[in-house]
T-cell receptor, first 113, second 118 residues
């Protein structure tokens, strides 16, 4: 599993509340990613990071922000959760930028009511 | 927009038969492709990858074929077993979509659910 953990694994929250999801890795990989997975859409990239304090937007970044203050942690924040952000969120790491090979965490199921 | 897609949402095969899962892509700039397997309740798991300078690559019981002429990718699973039951995704790198100087993000297809019949 490439030493990736995500927390929480499940969360139910109300519309308008802030939510932060955490991805933690134990192997000091440089590249980390946040994806969301929805029926009919597959996985879509939200944000990614290529180093401490270095992040960039992905395909579906609106409504999300990220932070990476330490190599091992990549945080995804929904500043004001909406029902459209109900999804399963996956964190991934890349072990080698030349191959683009990514390994995924177990996921966080988020429900916004 | 350019995206990776799949031909069939569900594929049902008999245990012991070979499975072929197909994927079409449209981004001619993509030069790296990956197949992932996702079991229920788990994150995607890397299966095999292939670069655009190759036509075929083999792993343990799996083979990936790449036809750049028609932009088609396939995953062949030999002697399908019950443990192969999962959703399979193809993914491509996205060198023209993401900036930032690091490893590019991946663009995923919508997935094919492989069902194994006893």
């Amino acid at each position: 599993d490439a030493g990736i953990t995500q927390s929480p694994r499940h969360k139910v929250t109300e519309t308008g509340t802030p939510v932060t999801l955490r991805c933690h890795q134990t192997e000091n990989h440089r590249y980390m990613y946040w994806y969301r997975q929805d029926p009919g859409h597959g996985l879509r990239l939200i944000h990614y990071s290529y180093g401490v304090k270095d992040t960039d937007k992905g395909e579906v970044s609106d409504g999300y922000s990220v932070s990476r203050s330490k190599t091992e942690d990549f945080l995804l924040t929904l500043e004001s959760a909406t029902s459209s952000q109900t999804s399963v969120y996956f964190c991934a790491i890349s072990v080698d930028s030349s191959t683009y090979e990514q390994y995924f965490g177990p996921g966080t199921r988020l429900t916004v009511t | 927009g350019e995206s990776v897609g799949l031909h069939l949402p569900t594929l049902s095969v008999q245990e012991g038969d070979n499975s072929i899962i197909n994927c079409a892509y449209s981004n001619s700039a993509s030069d790296y492709f990956i197949w992932y397997k996702q079991e229920s309740g788990k994150g995607p798991q890397f299966i095999i990858d292939i670069r655009s300078n190759m036509d075929k690559r083999q792993g343990q019981r799996v083979t990936v074929l790449l036809n750049k002429t028609v932009k088609h990718l396939s995953l062949q699973i030999a002697a399908t077993q019950p443990g192969d039951s999962a959703v399979y995704f193809c993914a491509e790198n996205s060198p023209v979509m993401y900036s930032g100087g690091g490893a590019d993000g991946l663009t995923f297809g919508k997935g094919t659910h492989l069902i194994i019949q006893p």
